[in-house]
């Protein structure tokens, strides 16, 4: 099983990005996927979750300028980020929780680099 995210890059205070991330490989099910990062020096942190049925939760820090969505037939998740400020930055990634053979795994994605600054 693998999760390949990207999206990441540099943008200026107040701009947007939209990050994505694909489950792929031998798995048979996905519940809940997310979105967490960690900045330097810092501890890492939810940013975001969606279950298999559409409900999300996001770290107060971000409502109402995150949204995450996923799409179940591609096995993808995706984070857009809006009004991003400085303090967004921080290497983001992705988790999934997925029952391949007889129990289920939580598996993270690489991570992609955000980079919030002008």
């Known amino acids: 099983v693998q999760l390949q995210a990207s999206g990441g890059g540099l943008v200026q205070p107040g701009g947007s990005l939209r990050l994505s991330c694909a489950a792929s490989?031998?798995?048979?099910?996905?519940?809940?996927m997310g979105w967490y990062r960690q900045a330097p020096g810092k501890q890492r942190e939810l940013v975001a979750t969606i279950t298999s049925g559409g409900s999300t939760n996001y770290v107060d820090s971000v409502k109402g300028r995150f949204t995450i969505s996923r799409d179940n037939a591609e096995n993808t998740v995706y984070l857009q980020m809006n009004s991003l400020k400085p303090e967004d930055t921080a290497v983001y990634y992705c988790?999934?929780?997925?029952?391949?053979?007889?129990?289920?795994?939580?598996?993270w994605g690489q991570g992609t680099q955000v980079t919030v600054s002008s």
């Open positions: 490989g031998s798995f048979s099910s996905i519940s809940a």
């Open positions: 988790n999934s929780h997925l029952f391949s053979g007889t129990r289920w795994y939580d598996y």
